[in-house]
């Protein structure tokens, strides 16, 4: 819609354009990467990121205004889920890209379903678990009605992104699109420290509700992170922007010293 002017703009997950190009969710969510946004927002602003994602929406008439955070996503579930042979039998709910290849890498089933139906979902046993949002996020969808668990400490950190029509985009004049990007940025660092206290109030909530928050130690998580580097290195072979996103990121996190 946004490619043909029927809508202006839009705010949203870049991996919900895989089946487009790989590249987007190489770019959007290179699962187990990161643990906090500014890691990633600088690979973005200071390591060449946001020019790739600019020169992919570009093919399709669209412009990348800037990217947004919300923080790390955390797993809501039916099951106790403390180890990766916990995920045998698990009927997760995931969006597709890096997410769904390493739930089923784990052993688990997965289930591509829009937001909207998430609670029903859970709610009828049609899944046990869920990849969504932060614990806040997840606590206002009421996710926490319907489950006993939530992982704190996951696997995926995506960004949104702001993106407006080319065609509109070169209408405006120079100072209004500078003005636009430093406020998207503006809103994204606000979004973060917003999301943050939020998932403080919402974990104490939960776990006054009763429900149980997972933590994995450290020795399940580097295993889990194994696995995900597979992955890693099979979406890079699916197309040369996917690489260099990749590959791209591959070198940031061996300079922050994560990889």
């Not at 089946?19 to 390591?47: C, L, Q, R, V």
């Not at 093919?59 to 996503?73: A, F, K, L, P, S």
Request: charged share 25%; aromatic share 12%.
């Amino acid at each position: 819609a946004v490619s043909k002017n029927v809508l202006q703009a839009m705010n949203q997950w870049p991996g919900y354009w895989t089946g487009k190009n790989p590249a987007f969710a190489s770019i959007g969510d290179m699962i187990f990467a990161y643990s906090h946004p500014w890691e990633k927002d600088a690979w973005y602003h200071y390591k060449g990121g946001l020019q790739m994602l600019r020169d992919l929406y570009a093919q399709y008439n669209v412009y990348c205004v800037g990217v947004t955070w919300w923080g790390v996503e955390s797993l809501p579930s039916k099951k106790p889920i403390r180890k990766i042979e916990d995920f045998k039998g698990i009927k997760i709910r995931v969006p597709q890209g890096m997410t769904a290849d390493l739930m089923t890498k784990l052993g688990a089933s997965t289930i591509i379903l829009p937001g909207g139906e998430v609670y029903s979902a859970l709610e009828r046993g049609v899944v046990d678990a869920t990849d969504w949002g932060t614990p806040s996020m997840n606590y206002r969808l009421g996710f926490h009605e319907v489950t006993k668990y939530f992982i704190t400490v996951y696997h995926s950190m995506p960004d949104g992104d702001f993106c407006v029509n080319m065609d509109e985009w070169k209408k405006l004049p120079d100072d209004i699109k500078i003005i636009l990007e430093a406020a998207v940025r503006e809103w994204a660092w606000d979004s973060v420290e917003r999301v943050a206290l939020d998932d403080i109030r919402a974990i104490s909530a939960m776990q006054k509700k009763g429900l149980t928050q997972i933590i994995w130690p450290e020795p399940e998580w580097r295993r889990i992170r194994e696995m995900a580097e597979q992955i890693w290195d099979e979406w890079a072979a699916k197309n040369p922007l996917s690489k260099k996103a990749i590959d791209s990121q591959k070198a940031w996190l061996k300079e922050l010293g994560r990889l």
